[in-house]
């Protein structure tokens, strides 16, 4: 059996023991899909990533990120939680406190910029794919949204938003609802979900009603089928709400800072940093960002 390294982070939060927990082995070498699958079982966290190096030597680091039950080719709370923690182990290498770097992720290569403190930091990442629609066929009507959610039909949408389905990466199913009441009523049946949406399905729940003005959207986030009952702060279902707000909101020209709160029904709050840059009626890019904190360090011997 060899040692690993790994570090556990609360991300999305600039505060412990909040956030979405993150466990990162930092001494991935040697290991095969099969044994980075375990090893997440093992941590049972919504998501591990395993750090290697990287295939082109200007970047940084390659990752692959597992959740309990299958691999991702991208996530938001993994490429920035590490980001942090490499930034962190950079900075105590001498490097300057504002430090850029590319992760090679399955999705292709993840551009970061990380400000390290101490034992916490900041990073913001620009998506290496812009959203896109994605699947066959109509988006999900109200009605099959709202009974695989446990709510009413008349709890689904709001203004021109309507469900969709948008991928930056990772697929997902948005689904708007009217009230910050009704997001916290919903009660997803996992049968329910796959049929309505896929054995896969990862639902994303939001709307624009919010209790702290800071925030612009509240948001939550289903995915059994990936061994997630919920998920406190996913950045890639951010990602993929990028698409959403281009075809719903009336965003105009310009950059365009938003803050979507998850989490909050779990007890872990989170804050996920989402900025667009909109010319010509067109998403040209946009930014993922958060905080993050390291909670432990240790060894896991395989």
């Known amino acids: 059996m060899t040692a690993r390294r790994f570090v556990t982070l609360d991300v999305f939060t600039e505060r412990p023991l909040a956030g979405n ?3 990162v082995v ?5 290991l095969d899909g099969a044994a980075m699958q375990a ?7 919504s998501e591990t990533v395993f750090v290697l190096p990287p295939e082109q030597p200007r970047h940084r680091a390659r990752l692959r990120i597992f959740t309990p039950a299958r691999e991702l ?5 993994p490429t920035v939680g590490t980001a942090v923690l490499l930034g962190l182990h950079d900075r105590r290498a001498g ?8 992760l090679e992720e399955k999705v292709g290569v993840v551009p970061c910029v990380v400000e390290p403190g101490e034992g916490r930091g900041r990073a913001r990442f620009r998506l290496p794919r812009l959203p896109e629609l994605w699947g066959e066929g109509e988006d999900p009507e109200p009605a099959t949204a709202a009974a695989a959610l446990g709510l009413a039909v008349q709890d689904i949408g709001y203004a021109r938003h309507r469900p969709s389905r948008h991928s930056a990466g990772t697929p997902f199913t948005l689904v708007p609802v009217r009230s910050l009441d009704a997001l916290g009523r919903a009660r997803p049946n996992a049968e329910a979900l796959e049929r309505a949406f896929g054995a896969a399905a990862k639902v994303f729940l939001y709307t624009g009603d919010t209790e702290d003005p800071g925030h612009s959207f509240r948001a939550r986030m289903f995915a059994p089928g990936a061994g997630i009952a919920e998920d406190p702060a996913t950045g890639a279902a951010v990602a993929a709400f990028s698409g959403a707000l281009m075809q719903f909101e009336p965003l105009g020209e310009g950059t365009h800072d938003l803050v979507i709160a998850q989490g909050y029904e779990m007890g872990r709050p989170s804050e996920i940093a989402l ?5 010509a009626g067109v998403l040209r890019a946009a930014e993922i960002g958060g905080s993050a904190v390291v909670m432990t360090e240790g060894e896991i011997r395989v």
Request: hydrophobic share 60%; charged share 20%.
């Open 21 to 23: 927990p993150l466990a």
């Open 26 to 30: 930092l001494d991935a070498e040697g």
């Open 95 to 102: 490097v300057a406190d504002a430090i850029a770097f590319g």
């Open 73 to 77: 080719p991208f996530a938001g709370h």
């Open 39 to 45: 090893i997440a079982r093992e941590f049972n966290l």
């Open 275 to 279: 900025q667009l840059v909109i010319e």
